[in-house]
């Protein structure tokens, strides 16, 4: 794989293209302007590399994901959030959309904390997205993620957030169950008992997928509204796909004639998946 590198990276953004994998696999990100000297000088580098991703991470099973440069657009994302780069909010709200054809794991899980990072800006194009009548279902839940991230890092634009999902939500009709199930989810994780009644109005419909966080209920308790079930516990799996019960019983069967029985865990033998 043959890297077009423009002619004119600084020796900053040079240094950030050569850190490779063990950087970006580390937990703790690292203090990309302290340790590379990036300033606000190299932002418009750094978002020609993000924009370039399918030039360093091509959909090719020949491609050499252990080269260095692969790994380069993470660390540009990074950098530019820890820069509070806005000039990349195009560019990041288009890489989020986009990651429905690309399918990069690193996006979903990265570029949300990185549009927390930039800050509240990214609330309006976030907004337009799930407003929309046809959205994806990853998008989605990137989208709904960054806006969870943003409400949870600038408290006072929570409400913001809350209506952005709810937006997204209020569309429960004509939703996939699973996109209504990841909207309930972020609001969930921003504590949104405010929006109490439009989401019993969605499982009131039936318009939820139970997989994710369970029924109406869970989502009292989960946000404090209730302290317990009021009704017996669901078997969501069971509800949600047909032949689940023989699935279980089959793998059950082939656990107990298995030699690795004893390190089975217990829960799976009762039936609690």
Same mark, same amino acid.
């Given at each position: 794989?043959?890297?077009?590198?423009? *002619? =004119?990276?600084?020796?900053?953004?040079?240094?950030?293209? #050569?850190?490779?994998? =063990?950087?970006?696999? $580390?937990?703790?990100?690292?203090?990309?302007?302290?340790?590379?000297?990036?300033? &606000?000088?190299?932002?418009?580098?750094?978002?020609?590399?993000?924009?370039?991703?399918?030039?360093?991470?091509? %959909?090719?099973?020949?491609?050499?994901?252990?080269?260095?440069?692969?790994?380069?657009?993470?660390? !540009?994302?990074? @950098?530019?959030? $820890?820069? *509070?780069?806005?000039?990349?909010?195009?560019?990041?709200? &288009?890489?989020?959309?986009?990651?429905?054809?690309?399918?990069?794991?690193?996006?979903?899980?990265?570029?949300? /904390?990185?549009? !927390?990072?930039?800050?509240?800006?990214?609330?309006? !194009?976030?907004?337009? %997205?799930?407003?929309?009548?046809?959205?994806?279902?990853?998008?989605?839940? +990137?989208?709904?993620?960054?806006? @969870?991230?943003?409400?949870?890092?600038?408290?006072?634009?929570?409400?913001?957030?809350?209506? @952005?999902?709810? #937006?997204?939500?209020?569309?429960?009709?004509?939703?996939?169950? %699973?996109?209504? @199930?990841?909207?309930?989810?972020?609001?969930?994780?921003?504590?949104? /008992? &405010?929006?109490?009644?439009?989401?019993? $109005?969605?499982? =009131?419909?039936?318009?939820?997928?139970?997989?994710?966080?369970?029924?109406?209920?869970?989502? $009292?308790?989960?946000? +404090?509204?209730?302290? *317990?079930?009021?009704?017996?516990?669901?078997?969501?799996? !069971?509800?949600?796909?047909?032949?689940?019960?023989?699935?279980?019983?089959?793998?059950? #069967?082939?656990?107990? /004639?298995?030699?690795?029985?004893?390190?089975?865990?217990?829960?799976?033998?009762?039936?609690?998946?």
């Amino acid at each position: 794989m043959t890297y077009t590198f423009p *002619k =004119d990276f600084s020796d900053p953004v040079l240094a950030l293209c #050569a850190l490779g994998e =063990d950087p970006a696999r $580390q937990l703790e990100w690292m203090d990309y302007p302290a340790e590379l000297g990036l300033t &606000e000088e190299h932002i418009p580098e750094l978002i020609r590399i993000v924009e370039d991703i399918e030039v360093f991470m091509p %959909y090719d099973e020949d491609v050499d994901d252990d080269a260095p440069e692969f790994f380069s657009p993470i660390h !540009a994302w990074r @950098a530019l959030g $820890q820069l *509070k780069a806005e000039e990349a909010v195009p560019t990041l709200i &288009e890489l989020l959309i986009s990651n429905d054809d690309l399918d990069i794991d690193w996006v979903m899980d990265e570029i949300p /904390t990185v549009m !927390a990072l930039i800050g509240s800006v990214f609330i309006p !194009a976030l907004d337009e %997205y799930l407003s929309r009548e046809d959205v994806s279902e990853m998008v989605v839940s +990137g989208v709904s993620d960054a806006l @969870a991230e943003i409400g949870k890092t600038y408290p006072e634009r929570r409400m913001d957030c809350i209506k @952005a999902l709810e #937006a997204g939500l209020k569309k429960y009709r004509t939703n996939l169950r %699973y996109v209504n @199930a990841t909207l309930i989810y972020f609001l969930t994780e921003l504590h949104s /008992t &405010e929006s109490d009644a439009l989401i019993k $109005q969605a499982y =009131d419909a039936d318009k939820v997928d139970l997989t994710l966080l369970g029924d109406y209920e869970d989502y $009292q308790i989960d946000v +404090g509204l209730i302290e *317990k079930r009021r009704t017996p516990q669901r078997d969501y799996m !069971a509800e949600e796909f047909e032949g689940v019960d023989k699935l279980r019983e089959a793998i059950k #069967a082939t656990i107990k /004639t298995n030699e690795l029985f004893n390190l089975v865990d217990p829960d799976i033998l009762k039936g609690n998946f």
